[in-house]
């Protein structure tokens, strides 16, 4: 079993910056394709951007030039810059994992982290 915990959520203000942090714990795992989803109450999760083990990355064009999404092989962890924040930014954000435990695939999310943005 693998578990993904997000930590860096809060209140910021409008222009502010975040960074969240998601770390893998459990054994005998690897980590393939990571990624940030938000979602806002009554709407679905949608993608903000995703990164593969090469360091290949994607952004949703509305986070485009203002998140950036990192990853540390070594710590089993992704991490999400987010700069330039704005209202339409307030989410709960949940890190996801595309996860390979001997020869199986198995996806797995964290429990998510409010960010809201607001003077």
């Known amino acids: 079993q693998v578990q993904l915990v997000e930590s860096g959520g809060g209140l910021v203000p409008p222009g502010g910056s975040l960074r969240l942090s998601c770390a893998a714990s459990g054994s005998n795992f690897k980590l393939n394709t990571m990624a940030w989803y938000r979602q806002t109450p009554g709407k679905q999760r949608d993608l903000v951007a995703s990164?593969?083990?090469?360091?290949?990355?994607n952004y949703a064009d509305s986070v485009t030039g203002r998140f950036t999404i990192s990853r540390d092989n070594a710590k089993n962890a992704v991490y999400l810059q987010s700069d330039e924040l704005k209202h339409e930014d307030t989410a709960v954000y949940y890190c996801?994992?595309?996860?390979?435990?001997?020869?199986?695939?198995?996806?797995?999310w964290g429990q998510g982290t409010q960010v809201t943005v607001s003077s």
């Open positions: 990164i593969s083990t090469t360091g290949s990355t």
């Open positions: 996801h994992a595309i996860v390979s435990i001997r020869r199986l695939q198995n996806s797995y």
